[in-house]
């Protein structure tokens, strides 16, 4: 049986209101500089990939926060730079400042189409349900501000487990966390090698959204996981 579900949650549960590049030039303008957001969009989609993992060895919990944001000042000034090298700010750190905090709130995030509904059924099943991200620290204050941080047991990220996936590791946190066994419990996210191939190997059920799919599927498709698991 089918006893726990875990979700990723960008591209999963949740997703921008606009395209990144939209915040990141509107902030700018607010601080006198004019960037086209189709560029800081371009920008931002090429350096994020290329970042290291937002993990960080041998420090204590506290300190993530502080080397979160470091981290993200870095990936900002390289995309304004990516994006337009002439670009001048006169108080750069001003302008990150507020970037960092709208990406915080629902002014930049809201549910995918159908998220709310899908843990409500869920959680109305008694299933036990969990986070597992590669966000950062803001994500338990997000999930609070967009009204769903009640359905999960569990919200795991690099901060609070010291790796990122696809480390194993953090599937297997969440899975000692919800004391569950993998093949109980069902991953439900968006990309194949960061989600879906790490927890298939430990022997979850995977549930793939892709770009056209709804998270509306969800819920049918683990009564038949369960349902097949009892024949």
């Known amino acids: 049986m089918i006893r726990a579900v875990l979700f990723d949650v960008v591209g999963t549960l949740i997703e921008l209101r606009e395209p990144a590049g939209a915040f990141y030039s509107r902030v700018a303008q607010a601080h006198g500089v004019s960037l086209p957001a189709s560029h800081l969009t371009d920008a931002f989609s090429r350096i994020l990939p ?11 919990i506290e300190e993530v926060p502080a080397l979160e944001k470091r981290w993200w000042w870095e990936r900002v000034r390289e995309t304004l730079r990516a994006a337009d090298g002439t670009a ?13 905090q709208v990406f915080a709130t629902a002014e930049a995030w809201q549910l995918v189409d159908g998220a709310l509904e899908v843990l409500r059924d869920l959680g109305e099943q008694n299933l036990k349900l969990a986070v597992v991200s590669n966000f950062d620290h803001r994500l338990p204050a997000l999930l609070k501000a967009l009204t769903v941080e009640d359905f999960f047991q569990v919200v795991l990220i690099p901060a609070r487990v010291g790796c990122s996936k696809p ?8 899975l000692e966390s919800l004391d569950v066994l993998a093949a109980e419990t069902v991953f439900v996210g968006d990309h194949p090698e960061i989600d879906l191939a790490p927890a298939a190997a430990l022997g979850m059920a995977c549930i793939a959204i892709e770009a056209d799919d709804s998270l509306e599927k969800v819920p049918a498709e683990i009564l038949a996981l369960s349902r097949r698991s009892l024949e």
């Open 88 to 100: 001048h700010f006169e108080d750069f750190d001003a302008y990150f400042e507020e970037l960092f």
């Open 167 to 174: 480390d194993p590791r953090i599937f297997k946190q969440a």
């Open 50 to 60: 290329q970042a290291a993992p937002l993990v960080f060895d041998q420090v204590s």
